[in-house]
């Protein structure tokens, strides 16, 4: 998509070995230290307090990213991690893509050289993109579906499989977490993960988080019948799909962040 950056001429800034390009202030040369999948689930649609809490429970949820050098702008991202973001919408037999994917231009400099106002500018830019695709490229539509495994499955596959062996994995999942697809659905049957586990539709489930930290922001909806089903057991359920799948499960994200 073309968003904030348009059709920007591709130019670079040299910081010592590594080229970031303008467009996205991604290194080819360097890889990212972390790389953060950020997968959010519209279907059910925010209420306008959840709109409002969204960017914040994501910008929290990223500054706990560990080992940033720019801890002190509260962000948690060094310059050159890469953000991916992507609507976990898409159909449960379709391959998902990222509606953005862009890196940390770092930590907004002091000094007024023309490379520091440039930096400055992306920081910015950094943020404003972020926030529109994610604040207004994820509108809520008219689904009978949630495949929300699925999604993460495809997620796992896109962003991680290849990446570099050294950068370092984080997935942040906003969604009520009420799973609904083919292979499995919480309005069928109680989220069981063992007895998931034996049935041959979960092959479509799986995927090699490569060790990533899942952090899941759950979406408290307003329906009763639907809160309901927002039980410790479901928690469970996603604890023990995600360790399945090789990644960790960050437990404090139950109590830091919901919607």
């Known amino acids: 998509m073309a968003g904030l950056f348009g059709t920007v001429a591709y130019l670079v800034i040299n910081d010592d070995k590594c080229d970031y390009a303008s467009t996205n202030f991604c290194s080819k040369e360097c890889p990212p230290k972390n790389i953060v999948a950020i997968g959010v689930d519209a279907s059910g649609g925010f209420d306008a307090r959840q709109q409002a809490a969204l960017m914040s429970s994501i910008r929290r949820a990223i500054s706990t990213v560990p080992g ?37 231009p770092g930590q907004e400099p002091t000094s007024a050289n023309d490379n520091a106002q440039l930096v400055r500018s992306y920081h910015n830019r950094f943020w404003q993109e972020v926030t529109q695709v994610i604040s207004g490229g994820l509108k809520a539509e008219a689904v009978n579906q949630s495949p929300i495994a ?18 370092s994995k984080y997935m942040i999942i906003v969604s009520d977490l009420l799973q609904n697809s083919p292979a ?15 049935r041959p539709e979960y092959v479509k489930l799986r995927t090699d988080l490569g060790g990533a930290k899942v952090c899941m922001i759950r979406i408290s909806r307003s329906d009763a019948l639907e809160r309901a089903r927002q039980t410790p057991r479901l928690l469970n359920f996603w604890a023990e799909y995600v360790a399945d799948n090789l990644g960790e499960y960050v437990v404090e994200c139950e109590t830091q962040f919901r919607l």
């Open 68 to 104: 940033s050098e720019y801890s002190s702008t509260g962000t948690g991202l060094s310059k050159g991690d890469r953000i991916d973001i992507y609507n976990l919408q898409a159909a449960a037999d379709e391959a998902i893509a990222p509606l953005l994917s862009i890196c940390f």
């Open 150 to 167: 699925e999604s993460i499955a495809s997620i796992g596959d896109v962003a991680f499989r290849s990446a570099d062996a050294m950068s």
């Open 184 to 198: 499995f659905s919480v309005y069928r049957e109680s989220p069981d993960f063992s007895a998931l586990k034996k």
